[in-house]
């Protein structure tokens, strides 16, 4: 388990709902290799789908405002869900609204930390090269943000997922912001030889980390659990990929941590040796959500999860032994 700290637990205030929900439909299902081909392939004609509704929410953690954005989101294959059948994911799913023809109806989440001086983006989306995603600009226009006011961007993995919408476009759409990502993962999605050895579903993934680490030439390679500015630190969740990382927040006796892809919809918290195909090292997955999904829970923590759905904001319960996921309380600000 992480070096968390009792104080580093405590629970943030209500969360304000500002907007909706998305809706629209999503990927064609398969194997991993031929399902994430064809999301690939159907990615621009989905993203250029209109989004009626931008869904925005917001949190207080003491002097940081923390607005919970998407990109869009994607029916994730039955299939892609290692440790349990395809019936069985879809019979949970069906159980958990969360079921579409296709797959698992997941959410792509970003949140943006400001504390009136900085703006620090915490992942950037797919942008377009999965399902129905490339909403995340619709969300800073909403916001009255134009992407070269974010300051720094922290990648909680290099996953296509989490870092498209920094090289969309063959850009770099964050001109003015620093860079971090964990060493770790840097050094495995831009090494050629494990590339080469890589599956199909994967190489998206290694092309994008080249195209970033050639674009951002403010990237900073951090290694293990340091503090970005005062009140933001990085917390070593490795597991999920090599340098898996998630992010605390904490100010005022209230914290917030972003977990990243420790939690995937319909299978976590309840089960920690059910997986994700994109998880390499499913060993050091599991051990890992099997260490923090009972700290988190015995200490009520208040967490963000990338594919949890939006605003993917909760709690980890233990339910006389069972562990599920409890949906953060939230209220309209007026």
């Known amino acids: 388990m992480p070096q968390l700290s009792r104080r580093a637990f405590a629970s943030g205030l209500p ?43 917001q949190i207080r953690i003491g002097r940081f405002t923390v607005t919970a954005l998407t990109d869009g989101y994607a029916d994730m294959p039955y299939t892609f869900f290692p440790g349990r059948s395809a019936a069985e994911v879809e019979q949970a799913a069906t159980a958990q609204f969360t079921a579409r023809p296709s797959g698992v109806r997941i959410v792509f989440n970003q949140y943006l930390v400001e504390d009136g001086g900085r703006r620090i983006l915490i992942d950037a989306g797919p942008a377009g090269s999965i399902g129905q995603t490339g909403a995340l600009p619709q969300a800073f226009n909403a916001l009255g943000l134009q992407r070269d006011q974010i300051d720094a961007v922290i990648v909680t993995h290099m996953h296509q997922d989490h870092m498209g919408g920094l090289i969309a476009d063959g850009r770099n759409n964050y001109p003015k912001a620093e860079l971090f990502i964990d060493r770790r993962d ?12 890589a599956p199909d579903y994967l190489q998206t993934s290694f092309r994008m980390a080249g195209e970033v680490v050639r674009l951002y030439p403010r990237l900073q390679a951090i290694d293990g659990e340091r503090e970005i500015v005062p009140g933001i630190s990085i917390v070593d969740l490795t597991g999920h990929t090599p340098g898996h990382i998630g992010v605390r927040i904490e100010d005022g006796g209230q914290s917030l941590i972003m977990v990243s892809d420790m939690l995937f919809p319909v299978v976590h918290p309840g089960a920690t040796d059910v997986f994700f195909v994109f998880e390499q090292d499913q060993a050091a997955a599991r051990a890992m959500r099997e260490r923090f999904f009972p700290r988190a829970a015995s200490e ?16 980890i319960v233990d339910d006389r032994g069972h562990m599920r996921w409890q949906v953060a309380d939230w209220a309209y600000q007026g």
């Open 186 to 197: 840097v050094k495995h999605w831009t090494d050629p030889a494990k590339r080469a050895g």
């Open 300 to 315: 009520g923590a208040l967490i963000a999860a990338t594919h949890m759905p939006f605003p993917g904001l909760g709690r």
């Open 15 to 57: 969360l304000g709902l500002i907007g909706g929900s998305l809706l629209g439909s999503g990927l064609i299902g398969g194997g991993p290799a031929s399902a994430l081909a064809a999301t690939q392939e159907t990615a621009a004609a989905a993203s250029a789908v209109p989004v009626s509704v931008t869904p925005l929410a």
